[in-house]
């Protein structure tokens, strides 16, 4: 069974919105602790938000004020979305989901299938 199932995502034109969701299940679900990355053709990966096990929310700086994460824990799986607005062309990427999450670390050992996010007029 794979623990992390990603969908969500699409083509959206900027200043649009999308919301991302990660289906979280197995042993990963009870740490609570997941995060969303991105990465870019060309680019390195890069942090975009993630929710540690005590519900604090941290956010890369280029989507602080438009990207928000929630986690809705369920008996069987616990879904965590990522809500994005006011989207920009340089938000168009693969997104990932990981677990589990910490602060400061380097990304947990899970990984979702990834799924494409564009951004394009």
């Known amino acids: 069974q794979v623990p992390l199932v990603e969908s969500g995502g699409g083509l959206v034109q900027p200043g649009g919105s999308l919301r991302l969701s990660c289906v979280v299940s197995?042993?990963?679900?009870?740490?609570?602790?997941v995060a969303w990355y991105r990465q870019a053709p060309g680019k390195e990966r890069e942090l975009v938000a993630g929710m540690t096990a005590t519900n604090s929310a941290v956010y890369g700086d280029s989507v602080k004020g438009r990207f928000s994460i929630s986690r809705m824990i369920a008996e069987l799986a616990t879904t965590v979305e990522l809500q994005m607005n006011a989207l920009r062309p340089e938000d168009t990427a693969v997104y990932y989901c990981?677990?589990?999450?910490?602060?400061?670390?380097?990304?947990?050992?899970?990984w979702g299938q990834g799924t494409q996010v564009t951004v394009s007029s």
């Open positions: 197995g042993n990963v679900r009870r740490a609570g602790s």
């Open positions: 990981n677990a589990p999450y910490r602060i400061h670390s380097p990304p947990g050992e899970y």
